[in-house]
């Protein structure tokens, strides 16, 4: 997929993490969290291919991301990556005893997937500009 199309999936996720948060604003933060982290894949994919780096899946990605990429991100992005993707599997896959309890935690690693996603995406933006194939 070309980095253009990256970001347009990108922005399209975001825009459905708004509808989503502005429909369900108390409820749902498992699969908030969910498209955030959809959101920041679609975003290093772009950078990514940016450098003619095609991923194929969460592995090829992160070993990518890391000083044995050829193209690595910065400590600060990969620390953000590494921190929303734990919170993705975690929301995706471990099962709960209470509703409470579960939307509780949910919520507070919500909050911290927003901000990885901004890091993420200030650092792929940054560097598409640097290198001027921003529209």
């Not at 989503?20 to 982290?37: C, H, N, Q, R, T």
Request: proline share 2%; charged share 35%; net charge negative.
């Amino acid at each position: 997929m070309p980095m253009r199309s990256h970001l347009n999936k990108a922005e399209y996720n975001e825009d459905f993490l708004k509808k989503l948060e502005a429909a369900f604003p108390g409820d749902f933060y498992d699969w908030k969290i969910a498209a955030v982290f959809y959101v920041a894949i679609h975003y290093l994919d772009a950078y990514f291919e940016s450098h003619d780096i095609i991923i194929r899946d969460h592995t090829s990605r992160r070993r990518e991301m890391s000083e044995d990429g050829l193209f690595p991100v910065s400590d600060d992005c990969l620390l953000n990556y590494d921190c929303l993707y734990r919170h993705s599997i975690n929301c995706r896959y471990n099962g709960f005893k209470t509703k409470k309890a579960f939307l509780d935690q949910q919520k507070f690693k919500f909050e911290e997937a927003k901000e990885n996603l901004i890091e993420i995406k200030k650092f792929v933006l940054e560097d598409l500009e640097k290198d001027g194939l921003l529209d």
